[in-house]
């Protein structure tokens, strides 16, 4: 996993839902492909279409709430989406996505960085987040040990697995 992420940001407004994530009519799709062919969908209509692997998707308070659904975390992860900043997460959906090795940053003054389309640099281990073009610079929650394990493992499976084959 890497630790420092550099990606153009994708800005989206508060309380963004499972069903904006991934649309609930696409639930019968289980190939991780065609599951990212629709990541952020009810959000903004073709935004596949201007993403690029490795973005970074900006939310604000209460990203992912909504139902539990599972999916909105595999769309964004199958998407290739480099790490979600957000004033805070909704909490199935934070565990969903760390579960998966998508790294998820709370970042309460978010807001004090001028966003949308500029690249950013997240420093994981040292918790900021650095807008490249300004380089004004603002502080984030850390992750917490165990999540950072996770991610470093690539999700929780992989963490599992590792830890059997020792």
Known sequence: MQKVITGKTHVFGINVDTDQIYPGRY???VDPEEIARHCMEGARAGFMSEFVCGDIIVGGTNFGCGS???QAAIALKSAGVGA???KSFARIFYRN???LGLALIV???ID???LNGEE???DIEKGTVTNNSTSIKISCEPI???AMEILENGGIKNMIRARYKK
Do not use: G, M, W
Request: charged share 25%.
């Open 27 to 29: 639930l019968e799709l």
């Open 68 to 70: 539990s659904r599972e």
């Open 112 to 114: 004090k960085l001028a």
């Open 120 to 122: 950013v640099t997240i």
């Open 97 to 99: 996505a760390i579960n």
């Open 84 to 86: 979600i900043i957000a």
């Open 107 to 109: 970042c309460p003054e």
């Open 144 to 146: 917490s040990e165990y």
